[in-house]
């Protein structure tokens, strides 16, 4: 046993290379995809109706689809529309996209939440429009949804292990060419289930650091 | 795509829903059980239960279903992709499971516990009676969501092999060289199912909040 986690060490360039795309892509992924979430929540909590009802509609459905699903119809059904992507771009596209209807109604749950007074303040001193949004709105709606948004995050770290099918050498992808090169699948898988537990821990301890922030603040 | 493709996408759909149902059915009792352990304290239990739900719950189903379907051939236990399948999904939903039962049980007033121990309830009665009736209902919504979170993993079988819906689609895609039309009619299987459960959800939740406005 020790042996096959001594191969799997000796691995260690492949692992490393698959762990920091794993790390590179759910970053971006989360980034990209709050900001969407952002704008898409801005929509979903807008009065005109011809802007909330396709936003909710593409939420909703969103919500309802299976990741693994969503990625194959970006990698595979795209291109005979004649979008070609290659399995990074395919893969960190799919990510974004998913998360960020997520987000959106993680934000929107928050927003409803969100006392009047400080708006109609923030009125009062003449923000309107997205300086009023980026001013008022988002910064106590970030820290009341940060432990939520932190559960997203580790939700888009577990579905980019989905992209290994897409063949992007992400850490699944990595452990698997290495299990089936020196067949030592326990070694290999449960290096990657280990990494991937101390990734979660990593975003679970900033989740914190941001709720002390938030109590700081209050 | 002809009919008869569309027809195995949905042969397909029946292998999703039947492993979806044990799951299900797997995970629930499972998830209870582990949160009793939780919530009685039980010594060396206790804090396994919380190691394991903590690595449940930050491992991708997919390199758990990889890591079953490998691992365990090699250690003696032959297993077929269906179960290797079925068990990733039960081992996953479990953790969760435990997670929303747990938080039904520390919702339970204390109080409830000491009435029915002053009328001489036993610790299996005042769980059936008292306890159980009342967790299910906090639970119920939190549960419903693990459901719906479980149908929208399932497609994992298909990596090692299960032909449910997502690898139906993928091999007709395959045979076709228009992978986009299986795919549509994968969506169109997959969404009401997942719709259908969130719908149920958001129900039970209005009904109870109408009803703690009420009380």
Known sequence: ?218 | MSLADVLTIFHGALTTLLLSVAGIALGLPLGLGLALLRWGKVPLLNPAVAGYVSLLRATPLVTLVLLLFFALPSAGISLGPVTAGLLALTLNTAAFNCEVWRAALLDLPKDQIEAAQSVGMGRALRFRRIVLPQIARTALPGLINEMSLLIKLTPVLAVVGVVDITRAAVRIGAQTYEPLPPFLVALAIYVPIVFALVSVQRWVERRMARREAAA
């Open chain 1, 1 to 218: 046993m020790m042996k096959d986690f001594a191969t799997v060490w000796s691995e260690r360039g492949l692992l490393l290379s698959g762990l920091g795309n794993t790390v590179l892509l759910s970053l971006l992924a989360a980034l990209a995809g709050l900001a969407l979430g952002a704008l898409l929540s801005t929509l979903l909590m807008s009065p005109k109706r011809a802007l909330a009802v396709p936003a909710k509609v593409f939420v909703d459905a969103a919500r309802c689809t299976p990741f693994l699903l969503f990625a194959y119809i970006v990698y595979y059904g795209l291109p005979s529309l004649g979008l070609q992507f290659d399995a990074w771009s395919a893969g960190l596209l799919a990510l974004t996209i998913y998360h960020s209807a997520y987000m959106a109604e993680i934000l929107r749950a928050a927003w409803v939440t969100q006392p009047r007074a400080p708006i109609e303040a923030g009125l009062a001193f003449g923000y309107s429009g997205f300086g009023l949004f980026r001013r008022v709105v988002l910064p106590p709606l970030a820290l009341s949804s940060a432990p939520v948004l932190g559960n997203q995050v580790i939700q888009i770290i577990k579905d980019s292990a989905f992209l290994t099918i897409i063949t992007l050498p992400e850490l699944t992808n990595a452990v698997n060419s290495i299990q089936s090169r020196h067949f030592i699948p326990f070694a290999a898988f449960v290096t990657a289930v280990l990494l991937y537990w101390a990734l979660c821990l990593v975003v679970e301890a900033g989740v914190s650091a941001v709720g002390r922030l938030a109590d700081a603040r209050r």
